[in-house]
């Protein structure tokens, strides 16, 4: 009967003593399914403070990286309004993996400009914040990029082979010189001096045989600078993306029939030029 007695005290002994484990271990797994965040939130500000449309979009989207592809666990485009700009970007808490790593990427487009994070920011799981405040910077734009590759363009000609030629009408004269690489044509400077009536410089560039950039001049006589400067610009898919004509002090955009006016000529000079042994 004692024995039995032990036995009985052991026993209720042993249950309590598991029994507030338990209970603890419960309350804690509860605790940190309260504690999970259900949105990434932070602010988005430009590292250089520039004004943004007020079509200009804003876009988010919180993704799984540790996944090959990357999934997409949230995302979201609003206007970005004013910035720095605060927002917010809910997600379901059931699909975040504790152990896999997850980024916010964000996007801003303003017309034709789009600013990116330089870094991705990790959020959420190994210590990362759910908070965060991102600052982007601009990308050059596909105008800006032709220009830029125009402007190289312009400057290695001095090292291009020439060849050169002239010819004359009643009304103007014409002087032209084309400039080759080991690829072909690459540019042609063409002038047409129309006495008194001033003169027309033009500037055709080439990318593998085809019109990449066209920038007319209109010279009033007895001037050496421009009064009037068209140019035209084709990426490398051959979409127009420079037009632009400035006129005296006023900047407008130029009109795509004219833009194909100015392809159709460097095409024309470029048959008849690219035949030419330079020198």
Known sequence: MQKLALSLLFASLALAACGPSNDSSNQTQTTTRAQLPTSVTGTVSLKVPAPVGPTAQLKL???????????????????????????????EPGKIDQNALYV?????????????????????????????????????????KLESEYAGLERAIGGMKRSQGSSEDEASTTAWDGFFDKTGL??????????DKGRTNTYYAYREGKPMAVVQERVPAM??????????GWDAAGLLVLKTKRDGGTVSVLADADAKSLYDRAVAKYEVISKRTPK
Do not use: C, H, W
Request: no cysteine; aromatic share 6%; net charge negative.
């Open 61 to 91: 989207s919180l993704e799984n990286v540790s996944l090959k592809p990357e999934v997409i666990v949230a995302q979201s485009t609003t206007q970005a309004g004013s910035l720095p700009a605060q927002f917010q970007l809910p997600f």
């Open 104 to 144: 916010l990427n964000v996007e801003l487009i303003d017309g034709e400009r789009r600013y990116v994070a330089p870094r991705q920011y990790p959020v959420l799981t190994k210590g990362s914040p759910a908070k965060v405040d991102v600052v982007m910077t601009p990308e050059p734009t596909a105008s800006e």
């Open 186 to 195: 690459r540019y042609i400077r063409e002038i047409v001096d129309f006495g």
């Open 223 to 232: 001037a050496e600078k421009p009064n009037a400067v068209t140019r035209a």
